[in-house]
């Protein structure tokens, strides 16, 4: 039967993976701070706990009579969640940073009102009180104007410190000129080869990277290197870490060999310096091991999943959930190399400490024990042939599991008054639509592999009936679930969610088709021809969405 062929290689093609939940995980990242030292340059690092794919907050400091320019740099991984440093659930730790006074410039008027405004907006800005903060980041840049002329340095540090502030609301339109005027200054004043010039060239890298405008954002990254590389040389951090944002960009389009010795190159780079378990070289660590997971390189994923692993449990323990989504990460991996045994132990220790930090309704609840289970049925199926009897109890155990998961979902998608009305804390359950579209992804993923253990279940058990209705329900739900859910249109646009859904029409087709039958319903024709133009529906709406991204 059709269900028996593909059930084995679906469970092991799913993968929720932990950053799909990053808005119930608390991440803190900080990135090199750039200061001047009697006319040369040196760098520190402020090391934050671990981030996805770039790091998040850069300070640059000016050498000369410029002062902060302020740069977020949120993670491709995250930027489509990302509205205001408030509500990101990053932590800043800006206890690092001193103010330059060299001199350069005769301090008068005009030059404190700047310092004042720049700070104070600064300050409004990680606050994520973005409107106060503009009006402070335009006055600032209006006394730079009157006290120093419209080239002068202190002018681009405005510029950039308003395009950060624009990135962050979304409003391109206002950014990029701002981002380009600061670059042309700066090329103006310091000569196009500054280490300067590569700052802010960086910082517009990744005003593009937010877009996925990967072709701008390679070309600056890649002149950013060029001069970093003269600058600083091979063996600075600050080299590898505009390293590492290229590679991220050659990842996203698809060149994966290139972006692996890129990432690879400057994961190595921290290493020498001695920040080799530092949060920031295992976050670069964690995109490479996705490298070689998108190569199909499982092994040396596994290799790198057991570094990160091992650092994380030294420096944070169990008691941290980054260490559980790092175990996580590993266990998910180790399933699709078929390692169940330590899959499972794993998958039950992440569990229990998941249980332990967090609320038992919690969706990232919900998602381990979809693991799990997975994870039985995929055990149940090696046990088929040497133990039936242990075979039909992985499965009851599976069920047991999905149960729950579906449950815990149905719970985050449908919150109740008291949840309602409580603060959002570390450990509380929030609706915000990135942890909406998550249940939702967790609630199909669920009902669907039901589905399949339903159909394992009649195969163990020699059902002379073909017809399962418990797994024709269970596929139901799943498409009642979509409908009912994804009215909101934060659901309706997720393509994950789209995908999920996608996936439990077909496999309600073929189910139906399999056995000739809807239910022993005489219509079951005319419904099943309605299912087929709605999978033609839905893989034109995925195609149209999937263009208008690349």
């Known amino acids: 039967m059709f269900f028996r062929q593909v059930s084995v290689n679906l469970i092991r093609r799913f993968r929720l993976s932990p950053q799909s939940l990053t808005t119930v995980t608390p991440l803190q990242r900080s990135s090199p701070i750039l200061l001047s030292n009697a006319g040369k340059c040196r760098f520190s690092s402020q090391l934050g706990s671990g981030g996805y794919f770039s790091d998040s907050f850069r300070w640059i400091f000016l050498f000369g009579p410029a002062a902060v320019i302020l740069g977020v740099n949120v993670s491709p991984a995250l930027s489509e969640e990302v509205s205001t440093p408030a509500n990101t659930g990053i932590d800043v730790d800006i206890s690092g940073l001193r103010k330059i006074e060299d001199g350069s410039v005769v301090s008068n008027i005009h030059t404190s009102k700047w310092r004042v405004f720049t700070d104070s907006g600064r300050d409004l800005f990680l606050q994520g009180k973005l409107e106060e903060a503009e009006k402070l980041f ?31 609301k979304k409003a391109f339109n206002k950014a990029e000129p701002m981002y380009l005027e600061a670059i042309s200054i700066l090329e103006e004043s310091f000569g196009q080869d500054d280490v300067r010039v590569a700052a802010a060239l960086h910082n517009l890298g990744q005003f593009y990277l937010m877009q996925r405008k990967l072709e701008q954002a390679r070309g600056l990254y890649e002149r950013a290197l060029k001069i970093k590389r003269r600058v600083l ?9 505009t390293m590492y944002h290229l590679g991220t960009v050659l990842y996203l389009q ?41 190569s199909d390189r499982l092994e040396e994923a596994e290799n790198v999943l057991r570094k990160i692993l091992h650092i994380m449990e030294l420096a944070k323990g169990w008691t941290s959930l980054e260490t559980v989504i790092a175990a996580e990460r590993l266990a998910l991996t180790l399933q699709s190399l078929g390692n169940l045994k330590e899959a499972q132990e794993l998958l039950e220790r992440c569990l229990d400490a998941r ?55 149905r719970g985050n998608l449908v919150p109740s008054m008291k949840e309602k009305g409580n603060k959002q804390s570390y450990g509380a359950s929030i609706t915000t639509v990135r942890s909406k579209q998550s249940a939702l992804m967790i609630l199909l993923q669920s009902l669907n592999a039901l589905s399949l253990l339903e159909m394992t279940k009649s195969e163990l058990e020699e059902s ?24 909101e249109k934060s659901l309706s646009d997720a393509p994950g969610v789209k995908a ?18 809807l239910s022993k319903d005489q219509s079951g024709n005319a419904s099943l021809q309605e299912l087929k133009d709605e999978i033609k529906r839905v893989e034109v709406e995925l195609s149209t969405k999937g263009r208008r991204r690349s």
């Open 138 to 168: 335009l006055s600032a840049l209006q006394e730079a104007k009157e006290g120093f002329g419209d080239r002068d340095p202190h002018i681009a540090s405005a510029y950039n410190n308003l395009a950060e502030l624009y990135r962050v």
């Open 233 to 241: 040389g091979e063996a600075h951090p600050d080299y590898a870490d």
């Open 254 to 294: 698809g060149k994966y060999k290139d972006s692996e010795a890129l990432v690879r190159d400057s994961i190595r780079i921290l290493e020498d310096v001695g920040q080799g378990e530092s949060m920031i070289c295992t976050k670069r660590m964690r995109q490479l091991a996705e490298i070689y997971i998108k």
């Open 355 to 409: 249980q332990a930090l967090l609320p038992e309704d919690h969706i990232q609840i919900a998602a381990n024990l979809l693991h799990i289970a997975r994870v039985k049925m995929l055990d149940s199926n090696k046990l088929q042939k040497s133990n039936i009897y242990q075979a039909r109890t992985e499965l009851d155990m599976a069920k047991d599991l999905l149960r729950k998961s579906i449950s815990v979902s």
């Open 464 to 487: 002379k009936d073909p017809y399962n209705s418990e797994a024709e329900n269970a596929l139901r739900e799943c498409l009642s679930a979509y409908k009912e859910f994804v009215t």
């Open 500 to 517: 999920e859904y996608l996936l439990c029409l077909k496999h309600l087709v073929d189910l139906i088709s399999d056995n000739k039958t």
